[in-house]
């Protein structure tokens, strides 16, 4: 007789790299789908990888638990664990190899099999990691055991609010940064800049704006750019600064520092493509799709979580472009001609029931 097989998805994730830091796994049979087992658990302070691991090695053993004979498929989006894991990649880090020892200790490895997905595709395990980085963020412990039925998220802030209200959304892009002032690709994948002084000034100005003034609590993306940028909104006024890495900017790979003309001398005809296709990724970098997915998760944890408040989200070109033409429900084509400058401040309410408004596009 056959071994039983289990699918173990798993996610984890930190609000800063280290930050607030959580897991998500679940058990699923193959054959109907059926989440048989979930678990998920905020961690404190970590790294991504960390919680990765944390999230795989509470999988395996959810999967341990519902029978220890089966032969399990692990599927992730974390191309290092996946490689790790599989023996094909070293582990070099004394914190990782610890974590990798622990992992294969809890089943047979002939019984195990790796496979990475997309992001996309990991969505239920990482809506379970970041419900935990949630709690993390909040200094809440939290957590869902192995085998128990699917639970309500942690208690946010608006908790009391009408699910029926909207949340608005102060999209602002982080200020200007020499690269910007040199009209240089600059994505998640490069050097990471900081603001200039015009960048500074820029978000200075935003920050005594009237949209960004009632904000009940900020997120940013995790670059250094946004960061800065969002403690400058926040210097003003008594409100929690959230970094969240699916607000980053795309990586742009090896087109990161380089200006178009440039890309177009040594890539013409994959730039072409990129600037075409929401399909086409730079080389070595994330295709404007693969970005779509993070962002549109993203936005439905705000939704569900600041109904009835102001949330400001400092966010990057493609992201906000992104938003905007989702709420406008305009298609691809209306992607590059939205111009949102540095530091400038449009405002979006939406609706859980997917409704949206757009009241204001790049106010500076």
């Known amino acids: 007789m056959s071994a039983r097989r289990l699918v173990v998805e798993a996610d984890g994730g930190s609000r800063g790299n280290p930050g607030p830091a959580g897991f998500g796994a679940l058990v699923r049979d193959p054959a109907s789908g059926e989440v048989l087992a979930e678990v998920a658990e905020a961690i404190g302070t970590a790294t991504n990888n960390v919680a990765e691991y944390r999230g795989?090695?509470?999988?395996?053993?959810?999967?341990?638990?519902?029978?220890?004979?089966?032969?399990?498929?692990?599927?992730?989006?974390s191309k290092l664990v996946v490689e790790q894991m599989s023996g094909?990649?070293?582990?070099?880090?004394?914190?990782?190899?610890?974590?990798?020892?622990?992992?294969?200790t809890v089943l047979p490895g002939g019984r195990i099999t790796y496979t990475w997905i997309p992001r996309a595709k990991n969505a239920a395990a990482d809506r379970l990691a970041n419900e935990a980085m949630d709690a993390a963020a909040a200094g809440r412990s939290w957590q869902r055991a192995a085998g128990a039925?699917?639970?309500?998220?942690?208690?946010?802030?608006?908790?009391?609010?009408?699910?029926?209200?909207?949340?608005?959304?102060?999209?602002?892009?982080?200020?200007?940064?020499?690269?910007?002032?040199?009209?240089?690709?600059?994505?998640?994948?490069?050097?990471?800049?900081?603001?200039?002084?015009?960048?500074r000034a820029e978000a200075a100005a935003a920050a005594t704006s009237w949209e960004v003034s009632h904000a009940d609590v900020i997120v940013t993306s995790t670059l250094r750019r946004a960061r800065e940028t969002a403690r400058l909104l926040a210097a003003a006024r008594e409100?929690?600064?959230?970094?969240?890495?699916?607000?980053?900017?795309p990586d742009l790979g090896e087109?990161?520092?380089?200006?178009?003309?440039?890309?177009?001398?040594?890539?013409?005809?994959?730039?072409?493509?990129?600037?075409?296709?929401?399909?086409?990724?730079?080389?070595?970098g994330e295709s404007l799709d693969a970005v779509?997915?993070?962002?549109?998760?993203?936005?439905?944890?705000?939704?569900?979580?600041?109904?009835?408040?102001?949330?400001?989200?400092?966010?990057?070109?493609?992201?906000?472009?992104?938003?905007?033409?989702?709420?406008?429900?305009?298609?691809?084509?209306?992607?590059?001609?939205?111009?949102?400058?540095?530091?400038?401040?449009s405002v979006l309410r939406l609706w859980a029931d997917g409704g949206a408004e757009v009241w204001a596009v790049n106010r500076a």
């Open 56 to 77: 795989l090695i509470a999988g395996l053993r959810a999967a341990a638990e519902l029978d220890p004979g089966a032969a399990v498929e692990v599927r992730m989006d």
């Open 88 to 104: 094909r990649w070293k582990v070099k880090h004394e914190d990782m190899r610890r974590l990798v020892d622990e992992a294969r």
């Open 149 to 199: 039925a699917p639970a309500a998220p942690p208690a946010a802030p608006a908790a009391d609010a009408d699910p029926g209200e909207p949340v608005t959304l102060v999209l602002v892009r982080p200020g200007s940064t020499p690269l910007t002032e040199e009209r240089r690709l600059s994505g998640r994948g490069g050097d990471d800049p900081a603001l200039s002084e015009r960048g």
């Open 239 to 249: 409100v929690e600064v959230l970094p969240d890495p699916a607000w980053d900017a």
């Open 255 to 284: 087109w990161e520092g380089l200006t178009a003309p440039e890309v177009t001398r040594a890539w013409a005809a994959e730039f072409a493509a990129w600037r075409t296709s929401a399909a086409v990724a730079p080389p070595q």
């Open 292 to 345: 779509a997915a993070r962002v549109a998760q993203a936005r439905e944890r705000l939704v569900r979580r600041w109904a009835g408040r102001t949330v400001v989200v400092v966010t990057h070109l493609d992201p906000l472009r992104l938003l905007l033409r989702t709420a406008l429900d305009a298609g691809p084509a209306a992607h590059r001609r939205l111009r949102v400058d540095p530091g400038s401040r």
